[in-house]
């Protein structure tokens, strides 16, 4: 019998490959796998929402991990939240691994705040601005090291379920992506509901040029571009998804960010192509202000699904803003619930996960 | 049909429980994880032989850790050797890693060189000479992070092997175990034929007069005792073992490094003791010069049990010496030759493991 999608994912790209990978994950056994890292780009007014403002988006990748591990923050009260006060996805991602417990790991890419809970180390180091032309160190390091890490994992589980948390990352996409001479213009997500696609495309444009790399150095070269327009969480994402995809499935957990990291991972080793798809949410591959299947399609047959997440009829006003484009993505969240559907065999669905969803939401939000 | 322990596994202390622990791991699937760290105790003359001189052993831990990934050293030249010129225990680890291959984790309890492979990082820092009284920093903060990862691999695998690479450990060991209240007297191992004894004494009785605490303080709070006369290896892979062991067996794999981690465990969760064995060599259960199981039967009831690994017969000089009680143990290799064991069903034997270290042994050693 034909392996039957349920109507809670959505495939959006290279759909027969989309329902193999599928077939291949369901009621196997997953790690979820957070790569986290701080960039200065996200300090740049108007790039990121990922934080109250701009200094707390310093806080937010470690906030997230210890909401994934705790079910609450340790570094900061509360959880992170956009300057208009909405919770962080990580919520999303916490409820659905409440939902379907799996081990996991979190990769320290480089972050300026370390989080209360063990990681992962690649030698990494918290990202410069983009602006700078030199915005990452040590990225082949960093990538080795993680695609270390991934093969171990690889031995143990199944299959591998992989998000990112840095702030900011949606402008590294673009200038990874342009870096590597795909056409991103206009195509990467934004926390924010209205994409700022001017304001990433300069601050793109003035970090190509003061890298002082010509176009064919950047395209030829995947850590070259990403040490001079990229960010500290795409090396170690990249490593460790090609590691444990060179013998198990892995279901990049994210938007236009990791369609940059797909795209790295293309120049560094695309044999492992074959066992890659990105997962990510409706807001995502619904939003009308970027393109993912756009990036995606560009970069190779790597299949592209949604979990159907719908916050429309929720209870509370702040999940059912994410209705309005604000947030969408982060921490791996549609990923992450396509994982919980899948380890469960369908039993979790969009709807009970939007139950657990609110019942951490009055835990930790709106009891504040 | 009762389990029959293999000829080449010496039960060496409650028995009976060892033989059920050995076949609650007959042919499951387990993970290897080493928890690094340097203390400058290592540095005092006359204390440690993990290394060439003094100065060489802040190397030793991260070179081995290479050893076991790349089944070569990145960190330095050649391997890890004493001052007379013997080979780390890590090409026996290795050896049985190669044998019967399993995912490798390494815990980085503080190191002063960083190994060329990802590490957990439990936040911990390198540790200080324990004559100060003022060793290792945030023992419980290293505890507890360790103890977060040790419940993650747990989900992963059917049981743990937990090894470590220290120099200077047995000193520091000495050091805890007194701290503790146990009667280590002439009793932990050492790297040298000639165990140092007094040396090791002098140095635990300056340290905790040193540390200004009161016998009662510190046999009641292992985290201050590992604080004031341990190392940066101890806090973490308690956590990492505690953690483990809530769930699923842990074999230790150590001397009387493990046996001072056994104490530090039962001071924190003595509820998981039941989940324990030490695995270790022959070179240390039938040394004469320490009493291993003379430590362990102050702690618990925790079975003890030897690799019967015999280098008389060796075609190397180098590798013969092991015979005469140079080095002993160490990277965890006794317990690694029994999980060698236990994973492919007794068909890895001390004889085939033989063969395999000389091989490596021709490849890193007598060839250079």
Redesign the interface.
Known sequence: MAFKVPDDITLCLNEDRGREFLERIWNK?A?YCCVIGNTETAKIPGVSAAGADPAATDFTPAADMELL?FGRCKCIDGVPITPSGIPTPGIITMSALKLA?????V??GGVRV?P????????GTAGDDIRTGKAVKGAEKAY???L??GR??A???DYLVVGESIPGGTTTALGVLTALGYDASGKVASTFPVNPHELKAQVVAEGIAASGLSPEALKNDAMAAVQAVGDPMMAPAAGLIAGAAESIPVLMAGGTQMAAVLAIIRSMDDTVLDNLALGTTRWITEDKTSDLRGIVSQIGNVPVMAANLNFSLSRYDGLQVYETGLVKEGVGAGGSAIAAMAATGGKVTCRSLLDEIEKNYTRLVSRR
Do not use: G, T
């Not at 417990?101 to 790991?105: A, C, K, N, T």
């Not at 209360?116 to 030698?123: F, G, L, M, Q, S």
């Open positions: 056994k790690a591990y417990p799996m081990p996991i790991f990769v320290n370390r209360h809970v063990p990681c992962i180390d690649v030698d080795d090291r993680a270390v890490a171990q994992l031995k143990m589980v």
